[in-house]
């Protein structure tokens, strides 16, 4: 029999100091009977989250931490600490708040295991936010379909293989592509999602206002048409 796959969990930490310890229990509960590490990576996070996530370190060698000095945003941060988990088979994308549920990584990680596709979104179910945010984000994912043959429900909670990896790399840091999700696009691999229930936000607030998310999908739309097709 072959090996289990080796996991990599890479999390954008960004004002999280509050939920970093309830997300690395929850994770671990999670991926019980896997190997799997998970990388924290601090966006020059002006809380105390570098501590938190130091503190997680110390106490478990699976946990690791990437300090990034200058705030470049969820998409760098997550290529940064893809590139800083090299020796892996398998890498998930996750957020710090916890409106993504650790405990659906290993439905992520079961699909992909299927063979047929090398990437696996979760679908973007519930009410986890207002509704106007809610309609804004589902017209940015409709729009990213067309463009890039995407999921139209996928954000950036995802599993891939090597070879989206590659490409992700490639296109965030080399590339300067502005999102990790329409990367993933540009690597014309065979992706699909998997449905995921969204909880609300447990603490605090997001940090993506209304105008830095319009930016944000005005950026990456406009990066997504420039590519080859």
Known sequence: MSAPPR???VVPVYRNEATLVPLAQRLAAALEGRSWRLRLVVDASPDDSARVARGLSAADPRIAVTVLEVNGGQHAALAHGLADEP????WVCLDADLQDPPEAVPLLLDRL???DVEAVFAGRRGAYESRVRRLSGTAHRRVAARLTGLPPDAGAFLAMGPAVRAVVLDAV????????VLAVGAARRPVTSVPVVRDVRP???SA??????LA????SL?????QPR
């Open 7 to 9: 996991v990599a969990v």
């Open 87 to 90: 020796d892996a088979d398998v």
């Open 113 to 115: 295991a299927a063979g």
């Open 173 to 180: 840091l080399a590339a300067a592509a502005p999102s990790v």
């Open 203 to 205: 603490e605090g607030r």
């Open 208 to 213: 993506w206002t209304g105008r830095a998310r």
């Open 216 to 219: 944000q999908s005005a950026r």
């Open 222 to 226: 406009a990066w997504a048409l420039r």
